[in-house]
T-cell receptor, first 114, second 113 residues
């Protein structure tokens, strides 16, 4: 079974702090994604990565950056956390694109910025 | 504007009953449509994927339909169980690369004993 592990289930941070969210997958997937999920809205793509050291902006990249130094690990960085970044963050991975290729998700990190 | 609209927003039914969730989309071009199940506090899990040429796909008690002409999909759940309580999310991809997926807001389904 594919396993996508997010390092923290819950995080509480203060405004202005630098925040690291870590995601690791164990299936040698090329593609990895970071989303945020807010009540009443669909998942919104923050960043994705085609492969190691490759990254592309999604729909809402402002205030975020990412790092993919190893194939299995994709990190989301909040350079200076703000209250409007309080959200559920979901990481996903999948093999190279194809119409039938599905994304596998981690359990999510619920981040509260005070 | 590419959009995915789901209805109802929430639904409560008794255990053992059937239900149907709706998804309307305005994504163009169209590549495929997926239904995901998301349990509370968990990430989404894929239920079905349908391409343009597929109009029905089943996964156990879940049956998804797709009408590409009217741009509508439905997810029918038969003989509901308490474990079906979750959010069900419709997702549409406009291209085969699937890098940009358009996510619906989901339908929250509650099954009562």
């Amino acid at each position: 079974d594919v396993k996508v592990t997010q390092s923290s289930r819950y995080l509480v941070k203060r405004t202005g702090e630098k925040v690291f969210l870590e995601c690791v997958q164990d299936m040698d997937h090329e593609n990895m994604f970071w989303y945020r999920q807010d009540p009443g809205l669909g998942l919104r793509l923050i960043y994705f990565s085609y492969d190691v050291k490759m990254k592309e902006k999604g729909d809402i990249p402002e205030g975020y950056s990412v790092s993919r130094e190893k194939k299995e690990r994709f990190s989301l960085i909040l350079e200076s956390a703000s209250t409007n970044q309080t959200s559920m963050y979901l990481c996903a991975s999948r093999r190279t694109p194809g119409s039938k290729n599905i994304q596998y998700f981690g359990a999510g990190t619920r981040l509260s910025v005070l | 504007k590419n959009q995915v609209e789901q209805s109802p927003q929430s639904l409560i039914i008794l255990e053992g009953k059937n239900c149907t969730l709706q998804c309307n989309y305005t994504v163009s071009p169209f590549s495929n449509l997926r239904w995901y199940k998301q349990d509370t506090g968990r990430g989404p899990v894929s239920l079905t994927i349908m391409t343009f040429s597929e109009n029905t796909k089943s996964n156990g008690r879940y049956t998804a339909t797709l009408d590409a002409d009217t741009k509508q999909s439905s997810l029918h759940i038969t003989a509901s169980q308490l474990s079906d309580s979750a959010s069900y999310i419709c997702v549409v991809s406009g291209d085969d690369s699937n890098y940009q997926l358009i996510w619906g807001a989901g339908t929250k389904l509650i099954i009562k004993p």
